[in-house]
């Protein structure tokens, strides 16, 4: 069974500071994505990965397929980056995604 | 205007009543899924559905149904709601990007919260 894991669970920042978010999965996968809730409860996609590295302004996703982990980084941390940060896998013989439990960020001003 | 849209958005109903929750979408895609997302847990996946033909469970799927009346809408029936179906609900929808690598991204709608009393 594919297990997606999250750390932290929480996560308290102070504003500017650089974050760091994992994930990591259990069997071979096809994709990785990561996305964000807001608090009002909508979800948005950040990143699709299969391999290496994207960036997208202030965010940086990186994914290591040998050692099965992702990490989400975020630099000069805002207030507005207050969310749910969601990691969500496909495995090599999966059609669906299954997601891990969330990163609750609370960057404070 | 929002690309997937639920309806309704927040829902208060009894134990042993009839619930439809539905969705739209304008983005075109064949792939639509329903997720219902409780506190601590990650979104877990309830149906899905590749094309207007082709409905499949997911891991959760007891005690619902689903309908895929056209391409654009997906509705999620609970038969005899109960307290424990008490959750957010997320409709999605991907196109899984022929012609190159697989990408599949969710693009979710708005989230449906149910209370069931």
């Known amino acids: 069974k594919n297990e997606v894991e999250q750390s932290p669970q929480n996560l308290t920042a102070q504003e500017g500071e650089f974050i760091t978010i994992n994930c990591s999965y259990s069997?071979?996968?096809?994709?990785l994505h990561w996305l964000q809730q807001h608090p009002g409860g909508g979800i948005v996609s950040l990143f699709m990965?299969?391999?290496g590295k994207k960036k997208h302004g202030r965010l940086i996703a990186t994914i290591n397929i040998q050692e099965k982990h992702s990490s989400l980084h975020i630099t000069a941390s805002h207030p507005r980056d207050s969310a749910v940060y969601i990691c969500?896998?496909?495995?090599?013989?999966?059609?669906?995604?299954?997601f891990g439990p969330g990163t609750r960020l609370s960057v404070l001003p | 205007d929002a690309d997937v849209t639920q309806t309704p958005r927040n829902r208060i109903t009894k134990t042993g009543k009839r619930i439809m929750l539905e969705c739209s979408q304008t983005k075109g895609h064949d792939r639509m899924y329903w997720y219902r997302q409780d506190p601590g847990l990650g979104l877990r996946l309830i149906y899905y559905?590749?094309?207007?033909?082709?409905?499949n469970k997911g891991e959760i799927s007891d005690g619902y149904s689903v309908s895929r009346q056209a391409q654009a809408k997906f509705s999620l029936s609970l038969e005899s709601a109960i307290p424990n179906q008490t959750a957010l609900y997320f409709c999605?929808?991907?196109?899984?990007?022929?012609?190159?690598?697989?990408?599949?991204?969710?693009?979710f709608g708005p989230g449906t919260r149910l209370t069931v009393l």
């Open positions: 069997v071979g996968i096809s994709a």
């Open positions: 559905s590749f094309d207007v033909k082709d409905i």
């Open positions: 969500a896998v496909r495995g090599n013989y999966g059609q669906n995604f299954v």
């Open positions: 999605a929808t991907s196109d899984p990007g022929w012609g190159r690598i697989s990408t599949d991204t969710q693009y």
């Open positions: 990965l299969s391999s």
